[in-house]
C-alpha cells in the first residue's frame, strides 16, 4: 500500500524592508508599521532634521546616515545594507495593504525557480484627497520585491528602475495594492514634479538626445490619449483631470528643459 505522499514544507525566505528617507517624520510611522512582519527593516536617511531617525530606531528600524547620492544609487545603497538577499524596497510615504502582505507571503513561502527575479505589484496613488483608480494613477505597477543578487536599482538620478543583473530572468505580478499615500499639497506636487523634469532633461542632455518640435507636442497628446482617454482617466473626476494635465506638462517641459541645456551647453563659433 503506497503511502499518500506529504505536502511541501513551507519555504523559509526572510525578507528586508529597505526604505530611503529625508525629513519624514511625519509619514514614516505608518510606511514602518505596515512592514512589521518583515525579517529586517533598513532605514537608509540622507541628513533628517526632523525626528525621522528617532522614530524609525523606535519602530526598530536600523538607520544609517548616507549623504544623497540620486535615487538609484541611494535606493542601491540602502539594498546592499540588507542581511537579506529578498528585498522590499518601499518609500516612507508608501503602505503595504494587508492584500499585499498575504500576496507577499505567499509568494516567499512557496517554490520560486532561480528564473524569478523578483515581483511587481500595483501601486495606487493618493491624489486630491482621493485615490486614483485609472488612469496613470492605478495600477502604476511597481517592481519593489526582488532578489538582489538577480537584480538591482538602475543608477538613474530620477524615475529609477529595477533591472536584471543576469539573463533570463523574469518578473512576475502580486496582488494586493501598494498604497502611495502623499499628503502634499499642490503646490509642493508641482514642486517636486519641476524638480523631477530638470534631473530628467540633465539626464537627456548628458545623452546628447536633442528634442526634436514633435517630441514637445506630440509626447504630451500621447500621454493625454492614452491614460486620460484609454485608460480612462476620466473616471478619476477632477483630480484625475489635474493628475493627467501635469503628468502632460511634464512631459511638455522635460524636453523643453533639455533643449534649453543642450542649447547652453553648445560652444558658439565665434568668427561669425
Known amino acids: 500500500m503506497s503511502t499518500p505522499s506529504q505536502p511541501p514544507l513551507p519555504v523559509n525566505r526572510p525578507v528586508s524592508a529597505v526604505f530611503i528617507t529625508l525629513n519624514a517624520a511625519n509619514q ?3 510606511a514602518l508599521q505596515s512592514v512589521l512582519w518583515c525579517d529586517e527593516i533598513v532605514v537608509v536617511d540622507s541628513g533628517s532634521t526632523d525626528g525621522t531617525c528617532e522614530l524609525a530606531k523606535q519602530c526598530g528600524a536600523q538607520v544609517i546616515q548616507q549623504p544623497w547620492m540620486g535615487f538609484g544609487p541611494q535606493k542601491q545603497f540602502a539594498v546592499a545594507q540588507a542581511r537579506h538577499d529578498w528585498v522590499l524596497c518601499l518609500d516612507a510615504d508608501e503602505r503595504v495593504t494587508p492584500a499585499l502582505q498575504q500576496a507577499i507571503q505567499q509568494a516567499l513561502g512557496s517554490h520560486i525557480d532561480e528564473g524569478v527575479g523578483g515581483f511587481q505589484m500595483p501601486r495606487c496613488n493618493y491624489f486630491l484627497g482621493r485615490y486614483l483608480r485609472h488612469g496613470e494613477g492605478y495600477p502604476d505597477y511597481s517592481l519593489r520585491l526582488f532578489h538582489r543578487a538577480r537584480a538591482n536599482w538602475s543608477k538613474d538620478a530620477v524615475h529609477e528602475r529595477v533591472e536584471a543583473t543576469v539573463s533570463n530572468v523574469r518578473f512576475l505580478t502580486l496582488q494586493g495594492d501598494l498604497l502611495h499615500n502623499s499628503a502634499e499639497s499642490l503646490g509642493r506636487y508641482l514642486d517636486k514634479q519641476n524638480r523631477y523634469t530638470t534631473l530628467q532633461a540633465q539626464s537627456l ?4 538626445k ?5 517630441k514637445l507636442l506630440l509626447s504630451p497628446l500621447i500621454r493625454f490619449i492614452k491614460f486620460y482617454l484609454v485608460r480612462q482617466g ?8 489635474v ?3 501635469i503628468g502632460c506638462f511634464n512631459s511638455f517641459m522635460k524636453y ?6 543642450m542649447l547652453t551647453n553648445t560652444p558658439t563659433d565665434q568668427s561669425k
Open 205 to 208: 542632455a548628458e545623452l546628447g
Open 28 to 30: 514614516l510611522e505608518a
Open 234 to 241: 476620466f473616471r478619476d473626476g477632477w483630480p484625475g483631470l
Open 210 to 214: 536633442w528634442p526634436g518640435l514633435s
Open 256 to 261: 523643453a528643459k533639455t533643449r534649453e541645456l
Open 243 to 245: 493628475h493627467i494635465a
